[in-house]
Every structure is written in structure tokens, then in C-alpha cells.
């Protein structure tokens, strides 16, 4: 069973920053990427940026010049630092892990959301 904790959600005004953090705890082998998704009312759950344990990264169009993401793997923590931000970045952020466990299978975990608000 693998847990993440989501932090550091909430208000901003527009073009203000956040550091959103994630940690994952329980048991698994390996982490091989860690992410971050948005969801807004109406629309699916979609990609903001994830990081591989090497440290490939991948970013949405919308955010790549405005948002890094980062990992300590000695923490299992994945960060996402968002500066620039805009009212169209307003929702719910959702930490997500693919790990690995001891016997060989995979299995991809998700946080329990947290909010983020663009408003002046």
C-alpha cells in the first residue's frame, strides 16, 4: 500500500507563486516517476508535469515556462513550484506515483487532492 500527502495548496493572486509538496510512504520497491495532474469541474484529470527517479521531466504546454518539477528521491517527495500563475490554473491538484514493488508488479497511486486558488 502506498500513501501520498499532498501540501501546500491554497490562494494566490494572479502571477503570485506555490510550492505544492507530495510524500510517499508505505511499502514499495522503487518509485519510477512521480507527477502532478489538475481537475476542474466538467473536465478530466490532466497533466501539469512529472519526473522520473532519474529525473526526466515533462511538462503541459501551458504551464512548461511557469512551472518546475522536482524530486528528492531520498524523501520520496516530488515538488511542483508554480510561479506566473493565472486564474486558469484554479483546481485541484492530484499528486499521482507509479511504483514498484518486491515482487516485481506495478502499481500507480494517487493523493487526495489539493486546492489551488488563482484570484485577486
Known amino acids: 500500500q502506498v500513501q501520498l500527502v499532498e501540501s501546500g495548496g491554497g490562494l494566490v493572486q494572479p502571477g503570485g507563486s506555490l510550492r505544492l509538496s507530495c510524500a510517499a510512504s508505505?511499502?514499495?520497491?522503487?518509485?519510477?516517476?512521480m507527477g502532478w495532474y489538475q481537475e476542474t469541474p466538467g473536465r478530466q484529470r490532466e497533466l501539469v508535469a512529472t519526473?522520473?527517479?532519474?529525473?526526466?521531466?515533462a511538462y503541459a504546454d501551458s504551464v512548461e515556462d511557469r512551472f518546475t518539477i522536482s524530486m528528492d528521491n531520498a524523501k520520496n517527495t516530488v515538488y511542483l513550484q508554480m510561479s506566473g500563475l493565472k486564474p486558469e490554473d484554479t483546481a485541484v491538484y492530484y499528486c499521482?506515483?507509479?511504483?514498484?514493488?518486491?515482487?516485481?508488479?506495478?502499481?500507480?497511486?494517487w493523493g487526495q487532492g489539493t486546492q489551488v486558488t488563482v484570484s485577486s
Open positions: 519526473i522520473s527517479s532519474g529525473g526526466t521531466t
Open positions: 499521482n506515483a507509479e511504483v514498484g514493488h518486491y515482487l516485481g508488479t506495478r502499481s500507480t497511486a
Open positions: 508505505g511499502v514499495f520497491a522503487r518509485i519510477y516517476t
